[in-house]
C-alpha cells in the first residue's frame, strides 16, 4: 500500500542570477511500513527532500501526497498540525529543549497539540529506548547516544504514519550508531511506521529495504534490496 507520492517535486532558492535549484523534477513512492534510505552528496538536495516531506519547506513545484492527501494543498494552520500528528522528525543534532527533562522533551508535540499524555505509550517508549531512570534528567546530563534516543522518543510519541531522520548517527560513533539504527529499525517493525532516513553512512544505508541516491537534485538510482519488514 502506497503511504507517500512525490510527483516532480522541484524546489529553487534564490532569485535571478543567484538561483540554485536543490531539487529538480523528482518523482517517486514509498510503501507503507518500507525502510527507506536516501543517500547522495553533500549538496545533492537529501535534506531539502526531507524538509518537503515532513511539511517544513514548501515545493516550488510539484505535490507531496501522504495518506491520500495532497500535503501542500493545506493552509499553514492545517499543515501545522499535520507536521506534528503525521510525521516525526529526528535531526543530527537532537534538537531537545535544554530546560526540559526526558519525559518534558519526549512528550512536547502532545502537550503543544493540546492533548493528553498517553502514559502507556509514554512508559513503553521509555522503556524500548532503554532512558528508564533518566527520565528527571536534563539534556546536558545526558550523553550523546542518550540524547538521541530521546530525539526518537520524541519523534514516536505521536504515533506518526511517517518517521523521517536527518543523519541521526552522524554525531556518534560507531557502537551508539548501530545502536540508534536498530532502535529506528524497532520502530518501523514494531509500530508499523514508514521509516525515511537521510545518510552519508554506507552501513546504515545498506540496512535499508530500499536505497534512493540522489545526484544535483535528482534521482540517479533507485534499488531494493528487500521487500518491506523482512
Known amino acids: 500500500m502506497e503511504i507517500i507520492r512525490v510527483e516532480n517535486l522541484s524546489k529553487i532558492y534564490g532569485t535571478g542570477g543567484n538561483q540554485v535549484r536543490a531539487l529538480d523534477g523528482v518523482s517517486f513512492s514509498v510503501e507503507k511500513g518500507e525502510f527507506l534510505a536516501v543517500i547522495g552528496p553533500s549538496g545533492s538536495g537529501k535534506s531539502t527532500l526531507l524538509h518537503i516531506l515532513g511539511g517544513v519547506d514548501r515545493p516550488t513545484e510539484g505535490r507531496v501526497v501522504m495518506n491520500g492527501e495532497d500535503v501542500y494543498a493545506q493552509n499553514e494552520e492545517q499543515l501545522a498540525v ?23 522533551n519526549i512528550t512536547l508535540p502532545v502537550l503543544m497539540d493540546g492533548r493528553k499524555v498517553n502514559e502507556e505509550r509514554l512508559a513503553e ?14 539534556p546536558n546530563q545526558l550523553s550523546g547516544g542518550q540524547q538521541q ?21 552522524g554525531n556518534l560513533d560507531s557502537r551508539n550508531s548501530q545502536e540508534i539504527v536498530e ?48
Do not use: C
Not at 517508549?125 to 536534563?138: F, P
Not at 511506521?193 to 530500499?210: G, K, P, S, Y
Open 82 to 104: 499535520f507536521r506534528r500528528r503525521q510525521v516525526g522528525l529526528i535531526y543530527q543534532f537532537y534538537n531537545l529543549i535544554p530546560v526540559l527533562n526526558v519525559t518534558e
Open 125 to 138: 517508549l521509555i522503556g524500548t529506548l532503554g532512558l528508564e531512570g533518566k527520565e528527571g534528567s536534563l
Open 183 to 230: 532502535l529506528l529499525k524497532l520502530s518501523n517493525r514494531k509500530y508499523g511506521q514508514t521509516l525515511i532516513v537521510i545518510t552519508h553512512d554506507e552501513n546504515v544505508a545498506l540496512q535499508a529495504d530500499r536505497i534512493l541516491s540522489i545526484e544535483d537534485g535528482r534521482i540517479a538510482r533507485d534499488e531494493r534490496l528487500r521487500r518491506a519488514g523482512k
Open 149 to 169: 534516543r530521546v530525539s526518537i522518543g520524541r519523534a514516536l510519541m505521536n504515533a506518526p504514519l511517517v518517521v523521517l531522520a536527518d543523519e541521526p548517527t
